[in-house]
């Protein structure tokens, strides 16, 4: 009698999880069958040219996404390289040459740096960065490397490349705690061996350190674009709020998700909001297909490698 | 090629904790140096303060000197000590990234050696010398994981002799191995003694006994005796010596 009830009991609570499981997943669907239900009017009217067209212009009723795209994109691109590069070299510096009590300073700064909200790093970005791009920043470029299409155009201030700035400074927390905790692990009879072998600390991280966990470092970068490419606000505040496709990263821009930060509450008629709608469902199919990509990717070179 | 290791008054530290005291012993050329003991003894340390490599351990710091062939090792640059002074470790470990080629390459590689055939002529002498050349000869340029874990450590012998040392340090290099493999390091170990001086750490007294020309034995960081393998197994001089090798401790 007891056992039964203790197995009835097993049942029932199974039972909830199954239950929450199966709401989880019917949420999901749910969320992509409004998106898509919302954006029929605007699937229907336009077709893939949503998606090729250059022009946004809700008072002349044309709705094309591009420049949106292109946006998105290329401020993600612009965080990715510039959290890459400063992010994996702090990783370094702080697990290969960094003083222990200045590692725990540093380590504590960076969690904070994690926990300021979005919202905060784009108005800092509006209200310090940006100045300084006009004054000081975009014009040393223009000089320097002007001959480069990417660099010469009207300065402004805000732009893709502010917007570019403000996301690979909010990527930096997440990339340099990920590839520090890579760096820590990477074991150290394999370090003893390239130090034993006459190597410099230098060239014990090319040639032991940063092999081992470049997988796994790869997979931090892909995991911080992804939510690059998600970033509403602190892109809106920065990024000039213009859907135009411009080579020069001085010109300011738009991205999928500030637009929808933006407009949804100014649609005014059925297709303007419709096509809002299919913006959200186009940076949702993104981000899906982005999320599966990387972890393909990461799938496969850890495959070969056989790390990780 | 090889030369004689001298050590005087050792003493090695982690943070507060004093963990070798005061040891001394020379390491003769073109000999089998086998250093005994059990667990925490000091053995590893000892070794790790001859190629410089203690000191890389935050908070450790030693003090005595270490000569090799009337050079001061802890008055040279410890990237040049590592150089002359090689060292395997007690589980293989060969850079996992790198192909059997590069890993034997990469302290030529390390040394600035550009010119190709110089640096395949060297792979191929020190995978001779590690007797693993005719394993691997058709797979140099496959990945380490296709290697067994014996073959391993003699890739990791031959990573180390790559660049010509004057002294091979061996830390329990078959103590994770299976006999079979175990042996066939030991047999190594005696074949290579001709062109290197040779200090191997191991835990197996029998294994010491064979291939030593010299053993010294470290008991809770004193170096406790040394001598022939033939006199300190047979018959120890110190009190301790003898209640090791019978297995009163230990």
Known sequence: MNNMRKHDSDRLFAGTLFLFAVLLILLGLIMVSVMISGSWKSITAFDFSFLSGQIWNPLRHSYGALPFLYGTFVSSLIGLILSTVVGVGTAILLTQFGHIKYVKIATILLDALAAIPSVVYGLWGLFVLVPWLRNTGEPLLKTELGAIPFFNGQIWGVGLLAAGLILGIMMLPTIITVSRKLLDNVPQDLQDGAIALGATRTEKVRMVVLPYSRVGILGAVLLSFGRALGEAIAVTLVIGNSPTISTSLFEPGDSLASVLANQFLEASTHLYLSSLYEIGLVLLIVAVLFHTASKLLIWRVSGRARIL | ?250
């Not at chain 2, 250093?35 to 935050?58: D, M, Q, W, Y």
Request: glycine share 6%; with cysteine; hydrophobic share 40%.
């Open chain 2, 1 to 250: 090629m090889g030369k004689s290791l001298v050590v005087e008054s050792l003493s090695a530290f982690y943070g507060k904790q004093q963990i070798l005291y005061h040891v001394s012993m020379t390491m003769p050329e073109h000999q089998v140096t086998t250093i005994i003991g059990p667990s925490g003894a000091g053995k590893s340390t000892f070794v790790r303060c001859l190629n410089r490599l203690h000191e890389t351990t935050p908070n450790a710091r030693m003090e005595g000197s270490v000569w090799l062939d009337h050079q001061n090792l802890y008055e040279l640059d410890p990237i040049i000590v590592r150089r002359k002074v090689g060292m395997v470790f007690q589980a293989p470990n060969p850079f996992p990234t790198r192909t059997v080629f590069e890993n034997v390459a990469a302290g030529l590689r390390l040394n600035g050696i550009r010119n190709k055939s110089i640096i395949s002529e060297q792979v191929e002498k020190s995978l001779q010398l590690s007797s693993l050349w005719d394993e691997v000869k058709n797979s140099l340029h496959q990945p380490v994981w296709n290697l067994t874990r014996g073959q391993q450590q003699r890739l990791c012998i031959a990573r180390a002799l790559a660049i010509e040392p004057s002294v091979l340090i061996l830390d329990e290099p078959a103590s994770t191995l299976d006999p079979l493999s175990s042996l066939k390091i030991e047999e190594l170990v005696e074949e290579l003694k001709s062109h290197y001086t040779i200090v191997l750490v191991t835990h197996n007294l029998q294994q010491a006994a064979r291939v030593a020309d010299l053993t010294a034995l470290f008991l809770d960081g004193e170096l406790v005796e040394q001598g022939s393998p033939a006199e300190l197994f047979t018959r120890p001089k110190d009190k301790r010596t003898e209640d090791y090798l019978t297995g009163r401790f230990g």
